[in-house]
């Protein structure tokens, strides 16, 4: 039997694409338990649904640090208290320090909504739309300290229509993050995942024995 592997998700806001991972985590059963729900915002709505589906949460304030340092000091100190074997990014709107970073290498996986290594930064979805891009999407990745660029482990790509603004734009490239967020987090709790020479393959799934 597999080891129970713990998952630390970060958010900022409406916390839809952890919503999708926890949702799925339970519908699949998958072998994992997600320890905590960390938000550098008391106000990140997507705080009500962990705490109504019994998962521990916790806010360190980024407001309140007078630099970047300290507070991912801070933030990394209210994470390693539940020892995590995974760190998902979830609409997390803070730009990490390389020590940061460096701690959880290997171990720590972004969304980002565009197709990298198109549209790094913000506004993506403003910035498809004035490229002309005929395809735009999300991307997972692992988080390195070069900031949208770790390794890519999934992406999904959407059509951009001609009556697109950014929101219509985003809602359709959003279902996507619902979809592939899920599974890359699952494939690395199936230790799935392997990074070689800064390239992630996802291996095949385990054959599982008959009455597990
Ligand atoms: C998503 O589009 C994600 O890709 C981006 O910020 C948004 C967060 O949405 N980084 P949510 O908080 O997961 O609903």
């Known amino acids: 039997m597999r080891a129970m592997k713990k998952i630390v998700i970060l958010i900022s806001g409406r916390g839809s694409n952890m919503q999708a991972i926890v949702r799925a985590a339970q519908a699949e059963k998958w072998p994992c338990r997600i320890a905590a729900v960390i938000s550098n915002r008391a106000d990140a709505e997507g705080l009500r649904f962990a705490a109504e589906h ?15 340092e300290a507070f991912d000091t801070a933030l990394r100190g209210a994470i390693d208290r539940f020892s995590p074997d995974l760190v998902v990014l979830a609409g ?3 730009i990490l320090t390389p020590p940061f970073v ?5 171990r720590m996986l972004n969304i980002h909504p ?3 290594p198109s ?3 913000l506004a993506t979805h403003r910035q498809a ?39 219509t734009l985003a809602d359709r ?24 020479n800064g390239l992630v ?3 095949e799934e385990r054959a599982q024995p008959a009455n597990t």
């Open 54 to 68: 019994g998962i521990p949460t916790d806010v360190v304030v980024s407001k309140e640090f007078s630099n970047r």
């Open 129 to 167: 739309l004035d490229a002309g891009v005929k395809v735009h999407g999300a991307t997972v990745h692992f988080v390195t300290a070069d900031l949208d660029h770790g390794p890519i482990v999934a992406q999904a790509a959407v059509p951009l229509l001609p009556d697109d603004d950014e929101h």
């Open 173 to 196: 490239v959003l279902a996507q993050e619902h979809v592939i967020y899920p599974r890359a987090v699952r494939w690395f709790v199936e230790g799935r995942l392997k990074i070689e």
């Open 119 to 121: 549209f790094p930064g």
């Open 92 to 94: 997390f709107m803070r």
């Open 102 to 106: 460096e701690h959880y290498s290997g």
């Open 201 to 203: 393959r996802v291996l």
């Open 114 to 116: 565009s197709l990298l």
